[in-house]
């Protein structure tokens, strides 16, 4: 499993985007990137995953660096309800389900 | 509506008092799996369930029971309780596809479990 690194805590101003980086440098060809958010206490919610291309959905994008070393989740328009601590997992093939949770990042969004 | 049901979701207990968390999901999903939270150490993985009477070992599974006699229900059993057990739980679903994941695991909302 490749290990990823995460900055420990962001800021974002609310109504304007925010970029959350994590790198995983180890990742091998067949290991997909996930993320997910926690908000308090609440259980983990999923949020995207890829493998190599940029993928887009209701809640966020990811953008994957060509060598796979590297993503960005974005949340385009940051909202209050989005400051959460935000994991970026990168992890197993397909077919795997063992996800290994680390540190992520707190998001802060600041009115 | 789809969702992933723990319960209790708060529980105060003394060492020693075996205790049972349930867990319930309402999706068909055939992958479940249980995890603690604890400050500075994150999420790890208790047991999980791949399908009805098929359980393994996570990460930390010392302490800890599970069965999965049926496709919903996934329930964690502390035979006896010791305060290193204190902790933020929480129940996991996953669909399988053609043994497939979607990479989209389903949390219960959590339940805090205090050993005196």
């Known amino acids: 499993d490749a290990k990823t690194t995460q900055p420990t805590s962001m800021d974002c101003a609310e109504g304007r985007a925010a970029n959350l980086p994590c790198n995983h440098s180890t990742i091998s060809g067949n290991e997909y990137v996930y993320w997910y958010r926690q908000i308090h206490s609440q259980g983990p919610q999923y949020i995207i995953h890829?493998?190599?291309n940029n993928e887009t959905n209701e809640m966020a994008s990811l953008i994957i660096t060509e060598d796979r070393k590297s993503s960005t989740l974005i949340l385009p328009h940051a909202t209050l309800r989005d400051t959460a601590v935000y994991y970026c997992?990168?992890?197993?093939?397909?077919?795997?389900?063992?996800?290994?949770f680390g540190k992520g990042t707190k998001l802060s969004v600041i009115p | 509506e789809a969702q992933v049901t723990q319960n209790p979701r708060y529980l105060i207990t003394v060492t020693g008092k075996k205790l049972t968390v349930t867990c319930s999901q309402n999706?068909?999903?055939?992958?479940m799996s249980w995890y603690r939270q604890d400050p500075g150490l994150g999420l790890r993985q208790i047991y999980y369930s791949m399908n009805v009477e098929v359980t393994d070992k996570g990460d930390v599974p010392e302490g800890y029971k599970v069965s999965r006699k049926e496709k919903r229900n996934f329930p964690l059993i502390l035979e006896s309780p010791s305060p290193n057990q204190t902790s933020l739980y929480f129940c996991?679903?996953?669909?399988?596809?053609?043994?497939?994941?979607?990479?989209?695991?389903?949390f219960g909302e959590g339940s805090r479990l205090t050993v005196l």
């Open positions: 997992i990168a992890q197993g093939g397909a077919g795997s389900y063992q996800l290994t």
């Open positions: 890829g493998l190599k």
């Open positions: 999706m068909n999903h055939e992958y």
């Open positions: 996991a679903s996953t669909i399988r596809a053609g043994g497939l994941s979607t990479g989209e695991l389903f």
